[in-house]
């Protein structure tokens, strides 16, 4: 029997406002020694009473709309019982029943194999805020931390020795900081879907600027839950709109992933896992929490998994119900176009193949580059193009000229940008300049083996590429007397290539050109050395 995957997710995402949910106390304590950003709210101190972070309820309901749900009149606080160390109030301030956001949907394009499905609408259940708990750190051996984050020394007989370097600590720091979860109804039917939906709720967010959304460092976390369920042997369909045997079985949440590829992984074992579970007849009959182990590549059992009902959830007393149609109607305005939008409008606007816009847009900064770059691009061509309207000009060009940026600037300057540890935020580049060197190469001024020249030249010191050309004397030779000088002698100090070309051996030509470039130091046309050379070796060919 064959067994379809049936995916849910629920993901938390860190809201980067400068203060936390509840309090005033500083967001960023991530970066600042353990227990030091931490206050009576935050450390659940009794009597202390909550206030609401206004631009964390803003960002949740601009989050909602990114991803189409609709945003009720109303919404409220509850408390979320349970225990744990890294609880200070033993409850935390969630949403049960009346979340900010419900019913959303996000189009997902699958890079999937040819049989799978390539398009799928994911449904959004609900996105609700809540606070985050505080950090705990296992097995560390180093002495405790006081409030200041300084360090206390132990008394010989405490010491991390007779303790056999065994300690748990717990980090405030992080208590209170601002979340949104996002539940996804179970509509995921693969480990590759998994991590596309993420991968695309990754860009979102920072689309929004609402949160880093980097899973290493905990700002988007996610726990996957999965089920299987047998399908009808179909064989001419894909498994994905096969019958199944009806009913959703019990499913197991898995826990502590922190990567995309971990995401991926995690659900490949546990379908292999559970499979095996299925042909032995011993399916899950309730619904479990498991561990993911990073290091050993498998899923462990931790608990049984907790209702709704063990959290005994009940209204928070000390926040008002939330009204929310003013502040949809108000963020509403503050809407960016979303990665999805702008892939399509990269696609149509300016040619761009699907594989190349959904890079371009990966980060925001970039795609803002990569617009500015081509506005600035249009207009050096119309200003350089003597004949025929603005439209008409960039039309005849423009094909060449996407094909041209996309090279330079995702395989040169991504790669120039790699060396030298540079990335969008500190590129020296003008969006301007890059579009004039981008002209230089299109009008065979600059050669490709100059350009890279000019181009490292740019990244290292912001100047302007026409500058570097003339200083560096490195404008394209397109002199037919001048070239064919350096033809000829090419041609007489390399006599075996010139044989093997004699002898029908095409690849001998490349050669023979490269020495051309190497003598004219990368000055020389290209094109033109390659037709002087087929010219003066034709009557030796056979």
């Not at 816009?357 to 770059?373: F, G, M, R």
């Not at 912001?462 to 490195?474: C, M, N, S, T």
Request: with cysteine; proline share 7%.
């Amino acid at each position: 029997m064959q067994y379809q995957p049936i995916i849910g997710l629920e993901i938390h995402v860190q809201l980067k406002t400068k203060s936390k949910l509840f309090c005033g106390c500083d967001n960023r304590g991530e970066d600042a020694p353990p227990n030091t950003t931490v206050c009576p709210i935050c450390m659940g101190h009794p009597g202390v009473l909550p206030v609401l972070n206004k631009q964390a309820l803003d960002w949740g309901v601009l989050a909602g709309l990114a991803l189409n749900c609709a945003i009720p009149e109303k919404a409220k606080f509850d408390r979320k019982n349970y225990f744990y160390p890294d609880l200070p109030k033993a409850y935390q301030i969630s949403m049960y029943d009346e979340p900010i956001a419900i019913n959303g949907l996000l189009p997902l394009e699958i890079p999937a194999p040819k049989g799978d499905r390539r398009y799928a609408d994911i449904r959004i259940t609900r996105i609700h805020l809540e606070e985050d708990a505080a950090k705990m750190i296992h097995n560390s051996t180093s002495p405790p931390l006081n409030l200041r984050g300084g360090r206390e020394g132990l008394p010989p007989e405490r010491s991390a020795a007779k303790l056999n370097g065994l300690r748990s600590y717990v980090d405030f720091n992080r208590a209170g900081t601002p979340l949104i979860e996002i539940v996804t109804e179970p509509d995921l039917r693969s480990p590759l879907e998994a991590k596309t939906f993420l991968q695309e709720l990754r860009r979102i967010m920072r689309y929004l600027n609402v949160s880093d959304a980097d899973m290493e460092k905990g700002h988007l976390r996610c726990d996957a839950n999965i089920s299987l369920q047998p399908i009808l042997a179909t064989p001419d369909l894909p498994s994905y709109v096969r019958g199944g045997t009806g009913g959703l079985h019990p499913k197991t949440e898995l826990k502590n992933i922190n990567s995309f590829r971990a995401v991926e992984r995690a659900l490949q074992y546990e379908i292999q896992r559970q499979t095996k579970l299925w042909e032995a007849d011993a399916s899950p009959k309730i619904p479990t929490t498991r561990g993911w182990n990073e290091k050993e590549g498998v899923t462990e059992e931790q608990r049984s998994k907790e209702g709704s009902e063990d959290y005994r959830y009940f209204r928070e007393p000390d926040l008002p119900p939330l009204l929310l149609h003013e502040i949809a109607k108000e963020v509403r305005g503050k809407m960016p176009e979303l990665p999805r939008a702008k892939r399509i409008r990269f696609q149509e606007e300016y040619s761009f193949s699907a594989s190349d816009a959904l890079t371009l847009t990966e980060e925001k900064l970039v795609a803002d580059y990569v617009e500015k770059t081509m506005m600035e691009l249009r207009t050096w061509i119309i200003a350089a193009e003597e004949e025929g309207a603005e439209d008409e000009k960039w039309g005849r060009n423009k094909q060449k000229l996407v094909r041209l940026f996309s090279g330079w600037f995702l395989s040169k300057l991504f790669g120039l940008m790699e060396k030298h540890a540079v990335d969008i935020r500190l590129l020296k580049i003008t969006p301007e300049n890059f579009a004039e060197f981008l002209t230089m190469i299109h009008a065979n001024r600059v050669s490709s083996a100059a350009g890279l020249q000019v181009l490292e030249e740019m990244l290292l010191t912001g100047a302007d590429p026409h500058h570097i050309v003339e200083e560096k004397k490195l404008e394209q030779v397109s002199n037919e007397e001048e070239i064919a000088t350096i033809v000829q002698n090419a041609i007489e100090a390399n006599p075996q290539p010139v044989a093997d070309f004699k002898a029908g051996k095409q690849n001998a030509l490349q050669f023979l050109v490269g020495q051309v470039m190497k003598t004219s130091r990368g000055k020389a046309n290209p094109d033109l050395a390659q037709k002087l050379l087929r010219k003066l070796l034709r009557p030796l060919a056979k």
